[in-house]
């Protein structure tokens, strides 16, 4: 399997542009997670969706910031409109839930992100 | 908020040595897991310890994990170049759903 895999892995846009995210999770896994990494705030948990539903979306910081799973081997990230505090590298990570709490994810190498 | 705090945040050693670090977190888990992180680069999952265990080793890691301190040590014995990274613990709730919560991380910077 080519494992969990993001694109693009730069972005580099403009304050006030679209941007979206895309993750590919390994197949057969029914889990998918969105991260963002900063250097301030370490590894923040955006989203979660189980079965493509999403569970817990409690990360996400505000109404800029969307995501969907239309199928079990793709979901987006989008953030409309992106602001410069929104620089960071986003991560998706894919892990097979059995029904039992903490099973191994298994990440993609991330989108750096730049808002300017 | 963060569950796990490792400790310290920044390691410094030469090949061939140990290193040692430290997690702590506040409530009850199901298990812990150490993941590593190489610049530039997505986590890798190292090894997971469930909360009924005290100890576990893969190749050079040995992990163990003390539920009444609720805390957390990875050893990496006789450490070379490549293990240059960040090592980030991670823990999962008792029940539920499968998220994890991440520590910020060691650095560990191991010179030839």
């Known amino acids: 399997d080519a494992g969990v895999i993001q694109s693009p892995r730069h972005e580099v846009t403009e304050m006030g542009q679209e941007v979206t995210l895309r993750c590919k999770p390994i197949s057969g896994h029914n889990s998918l997670f969105w991260y963002r990494q900063t250097m301030m705030r370490g590894l923040e948990l955006l989203i979660y969706f189980n079965n493509n539903v999403p569970i817990d979306d409690s990360g996400m910081p505000e109404d800029r910031f969307s995501a969907k799973m239309p199928n079990a081997s793709f979901s987006t990230l989008k953030i409309q409109p992106s602001e410069p505090r929104d620089s960071a590298v986003y991560f998706c990570a894919s892990s097979l839930d059995r029904g039992q709490a903490g099973h191994i994810q298994y990440f993609g190498a991330g989108t750096r992100l730049s808002v300017l | 908020s963060q569950q796990g705090e490792e400790d310290p945040q920044a390691l410094s050693i030469q090949e061939g040595e140990n290193a040692t670090m430290n997690c ?68 999962a709730p008792p029940s539920g759903y499968s998220t994890l919560t991440f520590g910020k991380g060691t650095m560990l910077l191991v010179s030839p």
Do not use: M, P
């Open chain 2, 24 to 91: 702590s977190y506040k409530t009850s888990i199901n298990n812990l897991q150490w993941y590593r992180q190489n610049s530039g680069r997505g986590l890798v999952h190292l090894i997971l310890i469930r909360s009924n265990e005290r100890e576990k080793h893969s190749g050079r890691l040995r992990v163990t994990l003390d539920t009444s301190k609720k805390s957390s040590s990875l050893l990496i014995t006789a450490s070379r170049a490549a293990d240059t990274a960040s090592y980030f613990c991670a823990t």
